[in-house]
């Protein structure tokens, strides 16, 4: 019997085991898991401070620009107004100048093209965009590049295409195979090293955000142009974005917005330029992201779903819910702490949230099991002998049948079968079957109607009590009804011509 047991306990551990960590690696190798992977991220950002870097300026080329500067919605910004800005942006010493704008087409007005193309040469540290775009065709698709026009291409200090992950915008986008992105190339301009630092350009990076929304340091296009005294000496040695925001749609590129982890506080989604804001910082300092390898993951899945789910089996339902909420929070919390210190990360959501979650629902779920068994094995041992209520009874109460036993008051019945003894003398064995099986089911009968216990059969005798093992505040009175009874059903009953009289 021992055996046994210890043989279900470790049942009960290796199967909780193999259902959670088997639950936890599929949300960590299949597309089960990505909503929460990115919500790992994502939560990173809720619980911490960052303060984008002050030589960040961010021009904004918005709705008011539009109007005071008198620039149509539908078309293509005079380019002159750029060259003019440009050459400003230039005078105060910027750093860098990126564009999150592509001009790939010749403008209508050639003389604005050849002042923003002078204005380029002159600056020297000008970042142009290319577009990419995908032809998609029956069984393949081809990537197509359409660079910044000839002019410009020709004087600017480099140009890469731009790009933004359409599932996926927490990513740091460095380019395709044969392009490098825009943002790759200024930073690489603003630290050469980076060329030779980073060998594997097109290795995943995560986005470092470095504040919500809006808090790069910003000016709208008109103010900078128009000498507002906010511009004054605002360039000087600081990287320059320059690109659209919100409905300014033909500004070379369409309206852009991207959810952030912010998003989840409820602030406002990011410009596309501010994305790129925080891709060259975080390039050019080297605090990108990094997600953690798959067999790291792995490991920490597997060994964290065997503990938890050999925990919370041994822990009472009630101190298991306890235990449970403490793990997860402190595997949140720490996993949050360890990726600021290390700048790595993982789906840490899935062993404090899924994995303790369904660690307990196992336990929970076998503790039921376990006492749903117990209560019908108790129902069917006491069937025999306790009325279908009374059986039920006791299987949902917390008597105790460990050896040992209480004392108490109960109201005891015992019956004899007048003239059994002589009857048993002379009459064969299958008729003394017979009467004894009738004789016991009339008599039984009344003893389960009134709630009362049989405690056994004793020869021709019925040993039954009342009063135990469940409370009978009416236990002589049940007694006597059953004795009664029993004295009535048998006075004239008769088996093979033998009187049953009770």
Same mark, same amino acid.
């Given at each position: 019997? =021992?055996?046994?047991?210890?043989?279900?306990?470790?049942?009960?551990?290796?199967?909780?085991?193999?259902?959670?960590?088997?639950?936890?690696?599929?949300?960590?190798?299949?597309?089960?898991?990505?909503? @929460?992977?990115?919500?790992?991220?994502?939560?990173?950002?809720?619980?911490?401070?960052?303060?984008? #870097?002050?030589?960040?300026?961010?021009?904004?080329?918005?709705?008011?620009?539009?109007?005071?500067? =008198?620039?149509?919605?539908?078309?293509?910004?005079?380019?002159? /107004?750029?060259?003019?800005?440009?050459?400003?942006?230039?005078?105060?010493?910027?750093? /860098?100048? &990126?564009?999150? *704008?592509?001009?790939?087409?010749?403008?209508?007005? !050639?003389? %604005?093209?050849?002042?923003?193309?002078?204005? $380029?040469?002159?600056?020297?540290?000008?970042?142009?965009?290319?577009?990419?775009?995908?032809?998609?065709?029956?069984?393949?698709?081809?990537?197509?590049?359409? !660079?910044? =026009?000839?002019?410009?291409?020709?004087?600017?200090?480099?140009?890469?295409?731009?790009?933004?992950?359409?599932?996926? +915008?927490?990513?740091? @986008?460095?380019?395709? !195979?044969?392009?490098?992105?825009?943002?790759?190339?200024?930073?690489?301009?603003?630290?050469?090293? $980076?060329?030779?630092?980073?060998?594997?350009?097109? %290795?995943?990076?995560?986005?470092?955000?470095?504040?919500?929304?809006?808090?790069?340091?910003?000016?709208?296009?008109?103010?900078?142009? @128009?000498?507002?005294?906010?511009?004054?000496?605002?360039?000087?040695?600081?990287?320059? &974005?320059?690109?659209?925001?919100?409905?300014?749609?033909?500004?070379?590129?369409?309206?852009?917005?991207?959810?952030? +982890?912010?998003?989840?506080?409820? &602030?406002? #989604?990011?410009?596309?330029?501010?994305?790129?804001?925080?891709?060259?910082?975080?390039?050019?300092?080297?605090?990108?992201?990094?997600?953690?390898?798959?067999?790291?993951?792995?490991?920490?899945?597997?060994?964290?779903?065997?503990?938890?789910?050999? @925990?919370?089996?041994?822990?009472? !339902?009630?101190?298991?819910?306890?235990?449970?909420?403490?793990?997860?929070?402190?595997?949140?919390?720490?996993? *949050?702490?360890?990726?600021?210190?290390? &700048?790595?990360?993982?789906?840490?959501?899935?062993?404090?949230?899924?994995?303790?979650?369904?660690?307990?629902?196992?336990?929970?779920?076998?503790?039921?099991?376990?006492?749903?068994?117990?209560?019908?094995?108790?129902?069917?041992?006491?069937?025999?002998?306790?009325?279908?209520?009374?059986?039920?009874?006791?299987?949902?109460?917390? $008597?105790?049948?460990?050896?040992?036993?209480?004392?108490?008051?109960?109201?005891?019945?015992?019956?004899?079968?007048?003239?059994?003894?002589?009857?048993?003398?002379?009459?064969?064995?299958?008729?003394? %079957?017979? *009467?004894?099986?009738?004789?016991? %089911?009339?008599?039984?009968?009344?003893?389960?109607?009134?709630?009362?216990?049989?405690?056994?059969?004793?020869?021709?005798?019925?040993?039954?009590?009342?009063?135990?093992?469940?409370?009978?505040?009416?236990?002589?009175?049940?007694?006597?009804?059953?004795?009664?009874?029993?004295?009535?059903?048998?006075?004239?009953?008769?088996?093979?011509?033998?009187?049953?009289?009770?």
């Amino acid at each position: 019997m =021992e055996m046994n047991i210890f043989k279900n306990l470790w049942a009960k551990y290796i199967w909780g085991s193999v259902i959670v960590v088997g639950i936890g690696l599929l949300f960590i190798f299949l597309p089960l898991g990505n909503k @929460l992977r990115y919500l790992s991220y994502d939560f990173l950002f809720l619980f911490q401070n960052q303060k984008p #870097p002050d030589d960040v300026v961010l021009v904004y080329m918005d709705e008011q620009s539009h109007h005071e500067l =008198e620039q149509p919605y539908d078309r293509t910004w005079d380019r002159r /107004l750029h060259a003019e800005l440009l050459n400003k942006i230039t005078e105060q010493g910027a750093r /860098l100048v &990126f564009y999150d *704008i592509v001009f790939e087409m010749v403008s209508s007005k !050639p003389e %604005s093209d050849a002042a923003l193309a002078d204005a $380029i040469k002159k600056n020297g540290s000008v970042v142009l965009a290319a577009s990419l775009t995908q032809r998609r065709e029956s069984l393949s698709s081809q990537e197509i590049i359409i !660079p910044p =026009e000839a002019s410009f291409r020709r004087v600017t200090r480099a140009w890469g295409v731009l790009q933004m992950h359409s599932v996926n +915008p927490r990513l740091i @986008l460095t380019g395709t !195979p044969d392009f490098e992105s825009a943002t790759w190339k200024a930073a690489a301009i603003l630290n050469p090293s $980076i060329n030779e630092r980073l060998d594997n350009r097109l %290795s995943e990076r995560w986005i470092n955000y470095l504040g919500p929304p809006n808090s790069f340091s910003s000016i709208s296009f008109h103010k900078a142009y @128009l000498d507002d005294p906010e511009s004054r000496n605002l360039f000087k040695d600081k990287i320059v &974005f320059i690109g659209s925001r919100y409905i300014t749609g033909f500004t070379g590129t369409a309206k852009d917005t991207f959810f952030t +982890p912010y998003s989840l506080l409820g &602030f406002p #989604p990011a410009n596309g330029i501010e994305i790129h804001a925080n891709s060259v910082i975080n390039l050019l300092k080297g605090n990108w992201l990094n997600r953690l390898n798959r067999g790291s993951e792995f490991a920490i899945v597997t060994v964290y779903g065997i503990l938890v789910s050999i @925990l919370l089996v041994l822990l009472t !339902p009630r101190v298991g819910i306890i235990v449970a909420l403490f793990i997860g929070v402190m595997v949140a919390v720490s996993s *949050i702490l360890l990726s600021w210190q290390t &700048f790595t990360f993982y789906n840490w959501l899935v062993p404090a949230g899924v994995q303790t979650m369904i660690a307990y629902v196992w336990a929970v779920g076998t503790k039921y099991y376990q006492e749903t068994r117990r209560k019908l094995r108790l129902k069917k041992a006491f069937s025999a002998y306790l009325s279908p209520v009374m059986a039920q009874q006791v299987a949902e109460s917390d $008597i105790d049948f460990a050896p040992g036993g209480e004392l108490k008051e109960v109201t005891i019945l015992f019956t004899d079968l007048e003239g059994f003894t002589t009857l048993s003398d002379s009459t064969n064995p299958n008729e003394i %079957s017979e *009467i004894l099986n009738t004789y016991f %089911s009339l008599t039984s009968n009344h003893v389960l109607h009134e709630n009362g216990t049989i405690l056994k059969y004793i020869g021709d005798a019925v040993f039954a009590v009342w009063g135990a093992p469940l409370e009978d505040p009416q236990q002589a009175n049940n007694a006597v009804k059953a004795a009664l009874g029993m004295i009535e059903s048998t006075r004239d009953k008769k088996v093979y011509g033998h009187p049953l009289r009770t």
